[in-house]
T-cell receptor, first 117, second 113 residues
Framework: KQEVTQIPAALSVPEGENLVLNCSFT??????LQWFRQDPGKGLTSLLL?????REQTSGRLNASLDKSSGRSTLYIAASQPGDSATYLC????????????????FGAGTQVVVTP | DAGITQSPRHKVTETGTPVTLRCHQT?????MYWYRQDPGHGLRLIHY???????DKGEVSDGYSVSRSKTEDFLLTLESATSSQTSVYFC????????????FGSGTQLSVL
């Protein structure tokens, strides 16, 4: 069974500092990995998706890397702003063609980020 | 905006009563999901659907049933609500293609007293 872990559970940084968020998974047979942002009382918003064949994806100040062999993905947020305060979750989609794996995503518990002015 | 509407947004109910949550999408995507979110657990899959009348169980399906009679609607039913089912419930759709991202509704906060 795929286990997805995000450490630390919470993180506080001063404005302007770069954020580094970690996501670890136990089974390297993944199809893709997706990073999400969740604001309090809201649903999840997709930030970046990395295919298993890719090593990184970038969108503006966000950069996500993927190392399947070590079972890790890292989300970098450059020059953090108070508006980046939120919970960040990663989700892994397993490789496979059986109904057991079709369409299923395994989520980490998230890292709650506070960026202080 | 992926055109996902969840209803109701908030509900308080009593133990033992049946409860139905609705997820409606406007884009006719094949895959739809129900998750619950609890502190310290992240999101856990309850049930998902890969087409009309095609559904499958997730990791926490006990006490829940689903139905999908139309592409746009995916219903989650708590057959006899228990306090352990107090949670925030999220519906999601998956867009097809190589970048098959998940898109979520705003959630339903359910309290079972």
């Amino acid at each position: 069974k795929q286990e997805v872990t995000q450490i630390p559970a919470a993180l506080s940084v001063p404005e302007g500092e770069n954020l580094v968020l970690n996501c670890s998974f136990t089974d390297s047979a993944i199809y893709n990995l997706q990073w999400f942002r969740q604001d309090p009382g809201k649903g999840l918003t997709s930030l970046l998706l990395i295919q298993s064949s890719q090593r990184e994806q970038t969108s503006g100040r966000l950069n996500a890397s993927l190392d399947k062999s070590s079972g890790r993905s890292t989300l970098y947020i450059a020059a953090s702003q108070p508006g980046d305060s939120a919970t960040y979750l990663c989700a892994v989609k397993r490789m496979g063609m059986t109904t057991d794996s079709w369409g299923k995503f395994q989520f980490g518990a998230g890292t709650q980020v506070v960026v202080t002015p | 905006d992926a055109g996902i509407t969840q209803s109701p947004r908030h509900k308080v109910t009593e133990t033992g009563t049946p409860v139905t949550l609705r997820c409606h999408q406007t884009e006719n995507h094949r895959y739809m999901y129900w998750y619950r979110q609890d502190p310290g657990h992240g999101l856990r899959l309850i049930h998902y659907s890969y087409g009309v009348k095609d559904t499958d169980k997730g990791e926490v399906s006990d006490g829940y049933s689903v139905s999908r009679s139309k592409t746009e609607d995916f219903l989650l039913t708590l057959e006899s609500a228990t306090s352990s089912q107090t949670s925030v419930y999220f519906c999601a759709i998956r867009r097809p293609g190589i970048n098959e991202k998940l898109f979520f509704g705003s959630g339903t906060q359910l309290s079972v007293l």
